[in-house]
T-cell receptor
Framework: AQTVTQSQPEMSVQEAETVTLSCTYD???????LFWYKQPPSRQMILVIR??????QNATENRFSVNFQKAAKSFSLKISDSQLGDTAMYFC?????????FGQGTELSVKP | GAGVSQSPSNKVTEKGKDVELRCDPI?????LYWYRQSLGQGLEFLIY????????KSGLPSDRFSAERTGGSVSTLTIQRTQQEDSAVYLC?????????????FGSGTQLSVL
């Protein structure tokens, strides 16, 4: 079965510092998409960043960037200048057929 | 509405009863997804509708679970003879296309508690 693995159940970071969340995946597709979603206490999932596998350049969205290592099937999320509002669950996901397969999530706490 | 709407936001039921969970996707979105999130767990795929195609039901955990999407819009997830292990947050999402190049928009979920 194709899987997405997040090996860090919980992480914490001081405000204004940088943190990296890890994700590995397995897929048999040649072209695919990878995603990071954020889930605050409101439960509503919010797309943080998206990477297309055929693009070598790492995606960036303001303070969020990814380190995409295609050969290693690794897709980590870096959050720079962490803010209190970044506190949430973060889920890595990969496209499998027509649907997204999610990892187990990493609970990130940003401390003042 | 502007976003994906789910109702009810919370549902408490007794073991053995049937429940229906509703999802109103964003207007014009052709793809609709149901996921289940158990306490402290990731999102488990349940079912996926894309336009008029037959739905992908590969994630439904048992025949007690079913879903329909009427008129390509509103969807209802039905759980028959609920069990305690069905307690979870049920999330619905929609997207403008079914190929996942587009962004998924999620609702706030229904918290189901089976006593």
């Amino acid at each position: 079965a194709q899987t997405v693995t997040q090996s860090q159940p919980e992480m914490s970071v001081q405000e204004a510092e940088t943190v990296t969340l890890s994700c590995t995946y397995d897929t048999s597709e040649n072209n695919y998409y990878l995603f990071w979603y954020k889930q605050p206490p409101s439960r509503q999932m919010i797309l943080v960043i998206r990477q297309e596998a055929y693009k070598q350049q790492n995606a960036t969205e303001n303070r969020f960037s990814v380190n995409f290592q295609k050969a290693a099937k690794s897709f980590s999320l870096k959050i720079s200048d962490s803010q209190l509002g970044d506190t949430a669950m973060y889920f890595c996901a990969s496209k499998q057929g027509g649907k997204l397969i999610f990892g187990q999530g990493t609970e990130l706490s940003v401390k003042p | 509405g502007a976003g994906v709407s789910q109702s009810p936001s919370n549902k408490v039921t007794e073991k053995g009863k049937d429940v229906e969970l509703r999802c109103d996707p964003i207007s014009g979105h052709t793809a609709l997804y149901w996921y289940r999130q158990s306490l402290g767990q990731g999102l488990e795929f349940l079912i996926y509708f894309q336009g008029n195609s037959a739905p992908d039901k590969s994630g439904l955990p048992s025949d007690r679970f079913s879903a329909e999407r009427t008129g390509g819009s509103v969807s209802t997830l039905t759980i028959q003879r609920t069990q305690q292990e069905d307690s979870a947050v049920y999330l619905c999402a929609s997207s403008r296309t079914g190929d996942l190049q587009g962004k998924l928009f999620f609702g706030s979920g229904t918290q189901l508690s089976v006593l």
